[in-house]
């Protein structure tokens, strides 16, 4: 006979024997059910106890965890922040423009000064 051992409702193990084997529940104390079954059978099936039967073990949809929306969260943060240091860096290249035109109006008008006061 075939056996497919039982553990949470999936198959773990598929044994063919005459009598019925036993194994000890795993290391939390969860049992191990022991279930007669065909050539069908495969490791990681699902066991519905309730109807008897096996199905094949569908994964859950992707659900994101909380991990990852902080990382995508960081990301999107760090675009936020990338966004925001370059609209500062161009208002400090604006900032100092001005300062340099400023600057070079002042020495056109100390040089236009200087050159009144040698011609006195």
Do not use: H
């Not at 370059?86 to 100092?96: G, I, L, R, S």
């Amino acid at each position: 006979m075939k056996y497919a051992m039982i553990l949470l409702n999936r198959v773990i193990g598929i044994i063919e024997s005459e009598t019925i084997p036993v194994w000890p529940p795993d290391p939390q104390g969860n049992p191990v059910t022991t279930v007669e079954c065909d050539e069908s059978v495969e490791l990681g099936m699902v066991y519905d106890p309730e109807t008897g039967e096996f199905s094949e073990y569908i994964p859950p949809a992707y659900v994101p965890s909380q991990l990852d929306k902080i990382e995508e969260q960081v990301y999107s943060n760090n675009d936020s922040s990338l966004i925001i240091m370059e609209a500062m860096a161009d208002q400090y290249e604006q900032t100092e423009e001005y300062r340099l035109n400023d600057m070079e109006v002042q020495a056109t008008i100390f040089e236009s000064v200087l050159a009144l006061s040698e011609g006195v």
